[in-house]
């Protein structure tokens, strides 16, 4: 009986107390919380640096679009010679790489 008592006289700190834990689990650990937030953070910046790369490969197959629709003479014999291997017979053919 004297717990019951006891437990009708303190309901409002036990609410407050287990709000205030579940807030504070939350806060921390939930969908929305610290550790969320940090794990999006560098996903976000991992995807900003994946952009720059994407948008740099962009730029230049551009360029090389450019050159090939302006029929740029030594781009077009680079090209032949890298894609066939030719070569002329007086040439000397060294890979690099």
């Not at 709000?19 to 940090?38: A, D, K, P």
């Not at 740029?72 to 066939?84: F, Q, S, V």
């Amino acid at each position: 009986m004297r717990f019951i008592e006891n437990f009708k006289k303190k309901k409002l700190i036990l609410f407050n107390l287990f709000l205030t834990l579940y807030v504070g689990i939350n806060l921390v650990g939930g969908e929305r919380g610290l550790v969320s937030y940090f794990e999006k953070k560098t996903i976000y910046q991992e995807l900003i640096q994946q952009e720059i790369v994407l948008n740099e490969k962009l730029q230049d197959l551009k360029h090389k679009i450019k050159l090939i629709t302006n029929n740029d003479l030594d781009y077009l014999d680079m090209l032949y010679r890298e894609k066939l291997r030719y070569g002329t017979k007086d040439e000397i053919l060294i890979k690099l790489k």
